[in-house]
């Protein structure tokens, strides 16, 4: 926050230092006062995405406690003295105390983020899905094309989405990247991969 | 001296032509994976399980020993010139080998590091030859009861000491014990988990969940932190020792092995430990205290004899017990269960031959190592100049590929897409993953014994401390969890971070200009 202050001052038609609008309304309704720029880049900051992060990881562990605890319930018991269900429900309970802890030591960061999530989320967000949508993508075509092509392609979407400063080279170096590991794996190795209508 | 003569014949078995090739195969790509920032040893075995199901045994874990070591290696060289340890061992050596790297020391930081983990791996190497026998022949006597208290106890001690909380390491530790549910019981041969998908009657295969967690989601946190661009400028001049930088070396190198070797050969996780131990004994030993945080040439040398040293001295518990105590240890233990071996105290009565070509191999893969890593570190340096978008984009086909190759379906890769993302979130809360993969890996083994301990009592859950020896184990799982000598340890830790990282506020500038 120190930070932000002397370089706030320094803008000549920026707003008084101490105050983070012109918003006459807000000085005797501090409600009514906007955000801070400081709190806008509240997700910039590490230790509020870590949080917030964790507090998410904390909801997603409770509702696996959930899940496999039923899971584990529904298992028919059987005569051992530590039946199929024993150990699950251990890990059930673990999970449930854990992801509760979590999500309490971490929950201000969640809804310092929520609090000020407006505008666009972070671009690079929409980056990660695509390429997690590239390799289901991958997943469903490389039976059809054939590893070769397919592994071309992924490779040039990455790069891409990597922030390659190439763009038509891509394809080549993926060609030559993949020509490879079919030759060692699939040729030399043995290890079938699939094939395509053209065999490789 | 009967070690000696089955040494002899392990080198005899290690010293055909073949497995020197596989050796030098192992290293190569160790050392090449290791000098890659953010794809490590454990990354690259869990790749090749599924292509080298067809090597020998004896061969393929000739292979993956080699990776192991050469991990280490080139983990150093990364950690010194770019101040990015991919693993928490290597830490230590970055604080004091990239302040040598920046005063333009780079070639005698990454010398000593080189000598030193050649010193302490072949010191550790020769320690496990003596050790493991004798560490074998008094775990025939552990039954069931007492490896669960030691299975607890790598457990409590990995979620401890592997991350910034004892929380964090739990909550990867649970993820982990979590997907080992997946599939059938072996006992009832009930479906756990499975939510009627025949894909999943296997379980989660251990390649995903590593490759996931470690390749995808470093290539997706390259995306989020638009890093994709990145490089570095590589080192200039030979990696050679003054006579000075020598004789400062040598006893700190040999201190780092007597720390390293002792408390990685513990059955409770946490190599990092030894190199913050290390760093801080070299920094009270010295007579150069004022070079430290300046580039004091103990501070590298130390440490990182430390990590190899601990490096060899996990492989003691795992050959000899069973117990991984870190995340390559527990993908190296999945390799040896899928030629159906089980290491343990038997495992030295029965594949002895395997056990001892495999000790020899590490003899030899040190001094390969060596010729690797010291005349020609400038060009493993001039791979950290490939830019972060060739690396990862080809990370991302070969973790496809491992996918594919480990399961050969669809599923696979959705799933490996899953457990990427996944990755990705643990890394932005900075909950550490190596707990979930030693978590998945010991889930399923400490399942078994708990049953067979509790079918051995009839049901009675006192058998698990009803010997003098569980009791102990057990006491020692609740001191770590609550007496703060934990806390201690973890509170240097951060003590030493922290006086590196406000050092690198005020010299940031030099790290920005040196990425482009």
């Known amino acids: 926050m120190s930070s932000s202050l002397p370089r706030r001052g320094r803008t000549p038609r920026g707003p008084r230092p101490g105050l983070d609008t012109t918003e006459l309304s807000s000085v005797s309704n501090p409600r009514n006062a906007p955000p801070s720029d400081v709190a806008k880049r509240a997700g910039d900051h590490p230790a509020v995405a870590s949080g917030a992060a964790t507090a998410v990881i904390g909801v997603l562990l409770v509702i696996a406690s959930v899940i496999v605890l039923i899971d584990a319930a529904n298992l028919r018991p059987t005569t051992e003295p530590l039946g199929p269900a024993a150990f699950p429900t251990i890990i059930g309970i673990l999970l449930g105390l854990v992801g509760l802890a979590l999500v309490l030591f971490n929950l201000r960061f969640a809804l310092t983020l929520l609090r000020n999530a407006h505008g666009a989320p972070n671009p690079q967000l929409w980056r990660v899905l695509i390429l997690l949508g590239s390799i289901a993508v991958y997943a469903v075509i490389l039976p059809f094309v054939g590893f070769t092509v397919t592994s071309a392609a992924l490779f040039t979407v990455g790069a891409l989405l990597l922030g390659s400063p190439h763009r038509w080279r891509l394809p080549l170096y993926g060609i030559v990247l993949a020509g490879l590991v079919t030759i060692l794996f699939d040729r030399i190795i043995g290890l079938t991969l699939p094939a395509g209508p053209w065999g490789f | ?516």
């Open chain 2, 1 to 516: 001296m009967d070690q000696l003569n089955l040494l002899m014949q392990g080198f005899e078995a290690a010293l055909t032509p073949q497995n020197l090739l596989w050796a030098l195969l192992g290293v190569t790509i160790g050392t090449a994976v290791g000098v890659l920032p953010g794809i490590g040893p454990a990354l690259t075995v869990a790749l090749l399980l599924p292509i080298t199901f067809r090597l020998e045994p004896t061969s393929a874990l000739i292979l993956f020993a080699g990776i192991y070591y050469g991990g280490m290696y080139g983990g150093s060289t990364t950690s010194i010139l770019l101040n990015t340890p991919g693993e928490s061992s290597s830490i230590v050596s970055a604080i004091e080998g990239n302040k040598m790297a920046k005063a333009g020391r780079a070639a005698a930081a990454l010398a000593t590091a080189a000598l030193g983990s050649f010193v302490a791996g072949t010191i550790g190497t020769i320690a496990i030859t003596f050790v493991a026998p004798l560490v074998a022949q008094f775990a025939v006597q552990l039954g069931p009861p007492e490896y669960v208290g030691l299975m607890v106890i790598a457990f409590v001690t990995v979620s401890a000491l592997l991350g910034p909380s004892v929380l964090k390491g739990a909550a990867s530790l649970l993820i982990g014990l979590t997907i080992g549910l997946v599939g059938i019981d072996a006992q009832s041969g009930q479906a756990r988990l499975t939510f009627g998908s025949n894909g999943l009657f296997d379980g989660i295969d251990v390649v995903l969940v590593v490759v996931g967690l470690f390749a995808i989601s470093e290539a997706l946190g390259h995306i989020l932190a638009k890093t994709g661009r990145s490089t570095v400028t590589p080192v200039k001049g030979k990696a050679l020792l003054t006579r000075e930088e020598f004789t400062r070396s040598w006893p700190a190198w040999l201190r780092g092995t007597a720390l390293g070797f002792p408390i990685g050969s513990l059955p409770a996780g946490g190599a990092e430990i030894p190199t913050f131990l290390s760093y801080a004994t070299e920094k009270r030993l010295s007579k150069h205290k004022d070079e430290f945080g300046h580039g004091a040439i103990e501070g590298v040398a130390g440490p990182e004899a430390a990590n190899n040293a601990a490096a060899a001295g996990v492989l003691v518990p795992l050959l000899t017990i069973g117990l991984p105590t870190s995340a390559t240890a527990a993908v190296i233990l999945t390799a040896f269960q899928s030629y159906g071996l089980q290491p343990g105290p038997t495992l030295f009565a029965e594949s002895g031959d395997l056990v001892w070509a495999l000790i020899a191999s590490l003899y030899i893969g040190n001094v390969m190592l060596l010729v690797l890593n010291l005349p020609l570190v400038k060009v493993w340096a001039k791979m950290l100049t490939i830019p972060a978008w060739a690396i990862y984009a080809a990370v991302v086909v070969f973790a496809c590929l491992g996918a594919y190759a480990a399961g050969g379906s669809v599923t696979d890769l959705f799933l490996l897409a899953g457990i990427g993302a996944l990755g990705l979130l643990l890394r932005i809360a900075d909950i550490p993953v190596a707990p979930a993969v030693v978590g998945l890996i010991l889930g399923p083994l400490l399942e078994q014994q708990l049953r067979r301990a509790l079918i051995l009592s009839e049901g009675d859950p006192m058998i698990l401390v009803s010997s003098p020896l569980t009791i102990g184990l057990w006491i020692l799982i609740v001191a770590v969890l609550i007496v703060p000598g934990m806390l201690h340890l973890g509170r240097r830790r951060r003590r030493i971070l922290a006086a590196s990282t406000e050092d690198d506020t005020t010299t940031g500038t030099e790290v920005t200009t040196g990425r482009k």
